[in-house]
Nanobody, 126 residues
């Protein structure tokens, strides 16, 4: 069973940047990988990245400030966050699912992924 471990969270002032990493215990090149976050409500999909073409997909509200990338050789997924706002404060989770249906760009729900990390906390102060 694939294990995922997020790192890179912390506290930052508004306008700052953070890069989160997600290290996988197995090869990820055949998996759709995604990022989610959760504050006080449901887990929110940030985006995902296609396994083979490494095409990222983003939630419209976050497009432009967040960038998802992956390095399959390192079995690592990344989330670069810029111009952070206090409302970005949340626990951030990475997730993985074997490629197939639904397509990666259609995976926005918790149920769409098989494997999850434990999360890393991001706190943005104003």
């Amino acid at each position: 069973q694939m294990q995922l471990a997020e790192s890179g969270g912390g506290s930052v002032e508004a306008g700052g940047s953070l890069r989160l990493s997600c290290a996988a215990s197995e090869d990820t090149e055949a998996h759709c990988m995604g990022w989610f976050r959760q504050a006080s409500g449901p887990r929110e999909g940030i985006g995902s990245i296609d396994p083979y073409a490494t095409i990222p997909y983003y939630a419209d509200s976050l497009k432009g400030r967040f960038t998802i990338s992956r390095d399959n050789a390192k079995k690592t997924l990344y989330l670069q966050m810029t111009d952070l706002k206090p409302e970005d404060s949340a626990s951030y989770y990475c997730a993985a699912a074997p490629s197939g249906k639904p397509l990666c760009q259609d995976r926005w729900q918790r149920i769409d992924y098989n494997y999850w990390g434990q999360g890393t906390q991001v706190t943005v102060s104003s």
